[in-house]
């Protein structure tokens, strides 16, 4: 989000939408001013309104007081007391009604803060610990949808990823294969099926666990605006020696040597100081520290120079080294690096196999590659 935020006056500039954006500010500022007036009116004649309806009172008691006194009923004594006590009430009255407004706009932020509250705890996952796993990943008929009106993502994926191995995953765009990775660190469940971690369902594992066996380089590409260490030791206490060395595998040795401050010099908001493929490649160096058994990677779309390219394959290749890897690949030489590719559809598994075996299949991945194949890419 932040980083969507930090990029977004990039494409404002490039489409020339200044004059779009600041017709969308002034029309926020216009509302925004309505109900800072709106409220000011409603406060402001809560006031004079108060002080008539008091007035009202105040006369009327005070006639019911002479008529009183004028029987006989009441002493002098008792009759200044009552309009002494009659007065004094007034102002306690007024500060009343005052409270109104402020309560009404806690009554409003609160609504919002418990809603939050309210919102259900991700699950804590079952007692089972997981130290450090194999790395066999199995999805037995997992289905998936987001939200019950949407017709389903996934539908009856099953495969098994052996441990060490690479399976790619291949098809068109919106064809279900972030939705599918994004299903092993249970960001969200499955609706119908299951998920394996050596044999064991997700589910009966703690959460934490699971996730510590994971190591993320998502398409976008999330870094803080702090020193590169701690963007690479990211969640874990700074290990400079190690730092170092997850920067070296991911080919960043040149670049930290070039920066006046070394690895504590400060990338700005989402690494905006570093280049597309710096940022890709701390995004490795990341994953390299964290150094779980099971990678997964969706490749960013986004092509980079050949020399750029380079860096990030060899950074690529150090990752993947000895680690369970399922790979959203974009680029060819991933995939054909990759043991095994998943062609999906709508959410469904069409072909499956090595890269030679499917290209002689002549089926979907053959028609996919052959589509991209002039820009080296298959997407
Ligand atoms: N948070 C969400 N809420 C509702 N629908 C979603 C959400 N995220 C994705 N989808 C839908 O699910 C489908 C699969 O999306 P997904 O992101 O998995 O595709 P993808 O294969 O990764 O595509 P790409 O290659 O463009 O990254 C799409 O039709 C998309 O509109
Ligand atoms: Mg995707």
Redesign the pocket.
């Known amino acids: 989000m932040a980083g969507a935020a930090s990029r977004g006056y990039k494409v404002v500039k490039v489409h020339h939408g200044e004059p779009y954006e600041m017709k969308r500010f002034a029309a926020m500022s216009t509302r925004l001013r309505g109900y800072a007036m709106r409220m000011t009116v409603s406060g402001a004649l809560a006031q004079p309104l108060t002080q008539f309806l008091a007035s009202i009172a105040l006369a009327i008691v005070l006639a019911i007081a002479v008529m009183q006194s004028t029987t006989d009923q009441t002493t002098i004594g008792g009759f200044v007391a009552f309009v002494t006590a009659m007065l004094l009430i007034i102002s306690p009255l007024k500060h009343l009604i005052d409270i109104n407004q402020p309560l009404q706009r806690g009554v409003t932020a609160a609504e919002l803060i418990f809603g939050l509250i309210d919102e259900p705890a991700e699950p804590a996952g079952g007692g089972r610990a997981l130290l450090r796993a194999q790395g066999k990943v199995e999805f037995q008929q997992v289905c998936f949808s ?2 019950q009106a ?1 017709a389903p ?1 996934l539908r009856d994926l099953s495969f098994t990823v052996a441990p060490g191995e690479v399976c790619a995953f291949v ?10 990775i994004n299903l092993l660190p249970r960001f969200f469940d499955p609706s119908a099926g299951q998920i394996l971690i050596d044999d064991v369902p997700l589910t009966e594992y703690c959460l934490t666990d699971v996730r510590s066996q994971l190591a993320f380089v998502s ?1 976008e590409v999330v870094l803080f605006n702090d020193s590169i260490a701690a963007n690479v030791a990211y969640g874990q206490t700074i290990d400079r020696l190690r730092v170092e060395q997850a920067l070296a595998a991911a080919h960043l040795t040149e670049l930290i040597a070039e920066l006046p401050e070394g690895m504590d010099t400060a990338i700005g908001g989402n690494g905006m100081r570093l280049s597309g493929g710096q940022r890709q490649r701390l995004a490795i160096a990341r994953a390299i520290y964290k150094d779980a058994p099971i990678l997964i990677l ?1 490749e960013a ?1 986004s092509a980079l120079d050949a020399e750029s390219e380079r860096h990030v394959q060899a950074a690529l290749e150090v990752l993947m080294r000895g680690r369970t890897t399922l790979v ?1 690949a974009h680029r060819l030489a991933t995939i054909e690096r990759a043991n095994r590719i998943l062609v ?1 559809e709508a ?1 469904q598994i069409v072909e499956q196999g090595g890269h030679a075996e499917l290209l002689q299949q002549n089926g979907r991945y053959a028609q996919l590659y052959h589509l991209q194949h002039q820009s080296q890419q298959v ?1």
Do not use: F
Request: proline share 0%.
């Open positions: 987001y939200g949407n993502t098809g068109q765009s919106g064809s279900g294969k972030t939705t599918l398409q969706d779309t959203i999906l959410g997407t």
